[in-house]
């Protein structure tokens, strides 16, 4: 058989791998050019964060903030399974305004490298850059106006969806860590966050070939260096004291009850509320009846069905009622299964 035509690695929907080396991808990303949103009134642009490597982001401001206000920062990861999507796209703009919006932060969104052209940690490397870039650039006269004028480096948070989630975790793991420049993360927000690991959980079923076919993907993805049960794909197969390396203070993670991925998040926050090695004070957990993983980026807005909607939203100011302590206008309360 021609090679160019035989499956290696099949990961569809999103893409097929062949013997060749050739990667096939499915469905396209509808980009979206910065500025400001009809709907939110919130303002983006991109921006360069690093012309050697090339890496780069989109940043959003909320609607009439002051020139002396001091906001939170949020850097965030897109999902995508770490080989599609783009934080230039319709649908990640469309959310970040959204966050932006319900939670008055600024949003750094990284177009951070895909596998498996650039096989992890490489989006961890480049999210962690851009983390590194947004704190330097929190200071009168920083790199970023944006960021120099309104964004305050006391509330400094990573969040991602989903493969985003997993790459959001990652990197604050290596935030307080290793070589470069310390960063304070205040909090991590993890949505519907993608992990894995030999041992499946209840709510990734009980087909006998998963397993298989997760190693297989995983291995894709990370040129074949690291098993699944590696701590960047299995968090939980981590020892108690590996936690003390999460360097932020607050954790909220979200799931949603039809997930397959529902048990890995409500198993994260069981692990992490067990670390007494890690210095934290909140590890929170917010879940949604009756919906799917990532139902509120698939199902929001005016087309949505009423119900999910409206589940979006909920969630949507759960979220910004961790960044802000609470303090928002939706005085959502995060709720807990556990």
């Not at 910065?34 to 490597?53: E, Y």
């Not at 770490?82 to 796209?89: I, K, L, M, P, Q």
């Not at 993360?185 to 009980?206: D, Q």
């Not at 590890?283 to 589940?311: D, I, W």
Request: glycine share 10%; net charge negative.
């Amino acid at each position: 058989m021609d090679p160019d035509e035989e499956i290696e690695i099949d990961f569809y929907p999103f893409l097929v791998v062949y013997k060749s080396g050739r990667v096939q991808r499915f469905g396209s990303t509808s980009r979206k050019s910065a500025g400001t949103d009809a709907a939110t009134g919130v303002t983006s642009k991109d921006v360069l964060i690093d012309a050697a490597t090339g890496l780069a982001a989109r940043l959003f401001l909320p609607k009439a903030v002051s020139g002396s206000q001091k906001l939170p920062v949020v850097v965030y990861a897109h999902g995508g399974g770490f080989v599609t999507e783009s934080a230039f796209s319709a649908r990640y703009t469309g959310y970040v305004n959204a966050l932006v919006a319900a939670a008055g932060v600024v949003a750094v969104s990284v177009e951070y490298r895909l596998a498996p052209e650039h096989p992890i940690p490489a989006a961890y490397d480049d999210v962690l850059a851009a983390l590194r870039w947004a704190a330097a650039s929190c200071v009168p006269g920083g790199p970023e106006p944006w960021l120099a004028e309104h964004g305050d480096s006391t509330r400094l948070f990573v969040a991602g969806s989903s493969s985003g989630g997993n790459v959001a975790h990652n990197v604050v793991m290596r935030a307080g860590t290793g070589g470069g420049a310390r960063v304070e993360v205040e909090g991590m927000v993890l949505l519907h966050p993608l992990f894995m690991g030999t041992a499946p959980l209840p709510s990734e079923g009980t087909d006998p070939t998963i397993p298989a076919r997760s190693e297989s993907i995983w291995r894709c993805l990370c040129a074949g260096k690291y098993g699944i049960d590696h701590p960047f794909s299995n968090p939980l197969a981590m020892p108690p004291e590996a936690w003390a390396a999460l360097g932020c203070r607050r954790v909220l993670v979200t799931t949603a009850e039809l997930d397959r991925a529902r048990d890995r998040g409500r198993t994260y926050v069981e692990a992490l509320r067990g670390a007494s090695a890690w210095g934290g004070e909140e590890a929170a957990l917010y879940e949604t009846e009756g919906e799917e993983h990532l139902y509120y980026l698939l199902k929001r807005g005016a087309r949505a069905r009423s119900v999910a909607a409206e589940r979006a939203a909920n969630e949507m100011a759960a979220v910004a009622s961790f960044i802000n302590r609470g303090k928002c206008a939706s005085d959502c309360n995060i709720r807990s299964t556990l």
